[in-house]
C-alpha cells in the first residue's frame, strides 16, 4: 500500500445532507453515504471527504461542533459510520473526516463550564476579552457576517471572540490543554481506520495575543468587510500545531492524511502550510480556486504553486465545494463546453484533484429563496447568492425528488429544475459529464498513480493553454474561435477532448499543428 496514496489521487467531497436520504425524513444520512459507494467506486476516485459528521446543534450545520467523539445522530450512529469506513475500505476508497478545532458550539460542554465564570476549569479553552477602555468590543475584529467578533458574556462582564457565528466561540489555541486535546482527537479517530482529516480554517487556530486591531484592507476574497484579518488569524503559531499532528499522523501505517482549508489568497502563504515536508501533506489552493477561467490567470497560478511549492510536495486542486459556488457556474457561467474543458484542467494538472458531488454531473448552482434558506452564515435577499445555493441534494434518478428522499417527504433544500442531469440520465449517455469525468479519473490513475506528476508549461499564446503534466500534454483553447496550436511532442495519442462531439484515439504526428475549437481542451497521452 503506497505510504502516499494521496499523490496522483482524486478525492471526492460528500456533502453527506445532500448525498442521499435513506431513513425518510428528507435529509442525507450516513446510511445513504453507504448506499451509493458504488458510484464513487465507478467514478474511479481514491478517497471520499465527509462533511462533518460529529454532534451538533446545526446553526452551521456541523461545523459548530458539541462533541469530537461522537457522531450526529441525525445522520447515524458511531457503528454506521464504522461500517461505512469498512465498506469503503472494501471498495478500495478511504475515509476522510472533517475537523474543525477552530471553534466549537456554544452549547459543547467544554464552553458551558467556561460559562460558569473567570474560575472556571476550561475558562482559559476559549478567548476572553474584558471591554474596550471607553467599552464595547475589545477591538474591531468582525465575523465572517460582518458583525463583530466578539459577544457580551453578562455574567462575568467579558467578551468571548467568534470569528464565525456566536453559536461559535474560538478555541483558545495558545493554551496547552487544548494542543493536548485535539491530539486525543486525531488519535482517536485514526484509530478507528479514518484515513485522515480535512481541517477547517487550518489557517485560523490563533489569535494576535495583543488583540491589535486588524487593519484596513480592500474589499475581496481575502478581506472581511474591510479588514485583513491578518490579527484575528492568520498566526505563524499553527504551523507548529501542524507539525506536531504531521509527526502522530506518521505514526500510523499507512500514514493518516492531513488536508487543510487553507483559505488563503497567496500561493507563497498557501505553500508555507507545508513546511519542510513536515506540516500539512495537502493544502487547498484557493489562489487558483478564485482565479478566473482565463488561460493567462489560470496558468500563472499554476506556475506560481508548483515554483512555491518545489519537489516533493503535492499540489490540491479544486473548482468546487460547500462553502463557494459550483465551478460550473462560478467558472463557466452555465455553459456545459466551457465547464467540460474545466473539468479536465481539474483532473489533469499533477497532484491531488478534489471534487465537489456534482461536479462529474456538471451541476451549476440551485438558486434557493430567502425563505427556504438554512445557512445563517450567507442568508442573502432572493437572487443573491448563498453558500445553500451549492449544497442542494444530488440528483440520482428522474423522480420527483431526484431519488434523493422519498416522493412523499420534503427534501431539506430544494432540488431545482434538475432535468437531463440526474446520475441514472448522464449514465446512459456516454457522452455526458458523468462519463468523461470517468474516463478523466482513469487516465489520471494510469498517468499518476501513486505519484505527483511533474509540470511543464510549453506554450501560453493568447488564449492557448498548453502544458505536460507527467505522461500527458493537455492543449486547451480558453476562448470564443478556433485556435491552431503547436503541440511539441514526439509520440502519443489524443486520449480525450472535452467536447461532446470531441475526437480521440489517432496517433499524434510531430510538428502537425492541432486545431481546437472554442472552449476545447485536448489531452494526450504520451509514452514519457
Known amino acids: 500500500m503506497s505510504r502516499r496514496w494521496w499523490e496522483g489521487a482524486t478525492l471526492y467531497q460528500v456533502y453527506v445532507r445532500s448525498w442521499l436520504d435513506a431513513d425518510g425524513d428528507g435529509s442525507g444520512d450516513l446510511a445513504g453515504v453507504r448506499r451509493r459507494l458504488d458510484h464513487l467506486v465507478d467514478l474511479g476516485v481514491d478517497a471520499v471527504w465527509l462533511s462533518p459528521t460529529m454532534p451538533s446543534p446545526d446553526t452551521d450545520w456541523g461545523y459548530d461542533v458539541s462533541d469530537y467523539y461522537?457522531?450526529?445522530?441525525?445522520?447515524?450512529?458511531?457503528?454506521?459510520?464504522?461500517?461505512?469506513?469498512?465498506?469503503?475500505?472494501?471498495?478500495?476508497?478511504?475515509?476522510?473526516?472533517?475537523?474543525v478545532p477552530n471553534h466549537?458550539?456554544?452549547?459543547?460542554?467544554?464552553?458551558?463550564?467556561?460559562?460558569?465564570?473567570?474560575?472556571?476549569?476550561?475558562?482559559?479553552?476559549?478567548?476572553w476579552a474584558d471591554p474596550a477602555p471607553r467599552g464595547g468590543p475589545p477591538n474591531n475584529w468582525l465575523d465572517a457576517t460582518g458583525a463583530p467578533a466578539w459577544t457580551l458574556d453578562e455574567k462575568s462582564g467579558q467578551y468571548y471572540l467568534h470569528n464565525f457565528l456566536p453559536s461559535q466561540p474560538d478555541?483558545?489555541?495558545?493554551?496547552?490543554?487544548v494542543r493536548e486535546e485535539f491530539a486525543r482527537v486525531l488519535r482517536h479517530w485514526f484509530d478507528r481506520g479514518v484515513a485522515g482529516f480535512r481541517i477547517d480554517v487550518a489557517h485560523a487556530l490563533y489569535h494576535d495575543r495583543n488583540l491589535r486591531d486588524d487593519p484596513p484592507s480592500d474589499v475581496g476574497p481575502g478581506s472581511r468587510f474591510g479588514l485583513a484579518p491578518v490579527h484575528s488569524m492568520n498566526q505563524p503559531e499553527a504551523h507548529q500545531v501542524y507539525r506536531e499532528w504531521r509527526k502522530l499522523a506518521e505514526d500510523y501505517d499507512p500514514p493518516r492524511l492531513l488536508l487543510g482549508e487553507t483559505w488563503v489568497l497567496d500561493v507563497e502563504r498557501m505553500a508555507a502550510f507545508y513546511g519542510q515536508d513536515d506540516e500539512l501533506q495537502l493544502a487547498f489552493n484557493f489562489p487558483f480556486l478564485f482565479a478566473p477561467l482565463d488561460a493567462g490567470a489560470l496558468s500563472g497560478v499554476v506556475g506560481d504553486t508548483v515554483a512555491a511549492l518545489g519537489d516533493g510536495s503535492c499540489p490540491v486542486w479544486a473548482?468546487?465545494?460547500?462553502?463557494?459556488?459550483?465551478?460550473?457556474?462560478?467558472?463557466?457561467?452555465g455553459d456545459a463546453e466551457r465547464a467540460r474543458l474545466a473539468l479536465v484542467l481539474l483532473c489533469t494538472l499533477p497532484g491531488a484533484t478534489v471534487l465537489y458531488q456534482g461536479?462529474?454531473?456538471?451541476?451549476?448552482?440551485v438558486p434557493v429563496d430567502p425563505g427556504a434558506q438554512r445557512d445563517r452564515?450567507?442568508?442573502?435577499?432572493?437572487?443573491?447568492?448563498?453558500?445553500?445555493?451549492?449544497?442542494?441534494?444530488?440528483?440520482?434518478?428522474?423522480?420527483?425528488?431526484a431519488g434523493f428522499c422519498p416522493d412523499t417527504v420534503e427534501p431539506w433544500l430544494p432540488l431545482g429544475d434538475r432535468r437531463g442531469s440526474s446520475v441514472a440520465e448522464e449514465e446512459a449517455d456516454d457522452r455526458s459529464v458523468l462519463w468523461l469525468t470517468r474516463r478523466l479519473a482513469g487516465l489520471r490513475r494510469r498517468a499518476f498513480g501513486g505519484t505527483v506528476g511533474g509540470y511543464e508549461a510549453l506554450s501560453l499564446d493568447g488564449a492557448c493553454w498548453v502544458y505536460r503534466s507527467g505522461p500527458l500534454?493537455?492543449?486547451?483553447?480558453?476562448?470564443?474561435?478556433?485556435?491552431?496550436?503547436?503541440?511539441?511532442?514526439a509520440d502519443g495519442v489524443v486520449a480525450l477532448s472535452s467536447r461532446r462531439d470531441g475526437r480521440t484515439g489517432p496517433a499524434w504526428a510531430p510538428g502537425r499543428d492541432l486545431v481546437l475549437g472554442p472552449w476545447e481542451a485536448v489531452v494526450i497521452e504520451t509514452k514519457r
Open 359 to 365: 461536479d462529474e454531473l456538471g451541476l451549476t448552482d
Open 70 to 99: 461522537g457522531v450526529h445522530p441525525a445522520l447515524g450512529t458511531a457503528t454506521e459510520l464504522s461500517g461505512l469506513v469498512a465498506d469503503a475500505g472494501e471498495r478500495g476508497l478511504r475515509v476522510l473526516l472533517d475537523l
Open 171 to 177: 478555541l483558545n489555541w495558545w493554551n496547552p490543554e
Open 104 to 127: 466549537t458550539s456554544d452549547r459543547h460542554p467544554w464552553f458551558l463550564d467556561a460559562c460558569r465564570g473567570r474560575d472556571a476549569a476550561r475558562r482559559d479553552w476559549y478567548v
Open 377 to 401: 452564515m450567507s442568508r442573502a435577499p432572493a437572487g443573491q447568492f448563498t453558500r445553500d445555493w451549492a449544497r442542494t441534494p444530488m440528483p440520482w434518478t428522474t423522480a420527483p425528488h
Open 319 to 333: 473548482g468546487s465545494n460547500h462553502d463557494v459556488s459550483r465551478f460550473p457556474t462560478r467558472w463557466a457561467g
Open 473 to 489: 500534454v493537455v492543449a486547451a483553447n480558453l476562448g470564443d474561435g478556433d485556435a491552431v496550436t503547436d503541440v511539441p511532442v
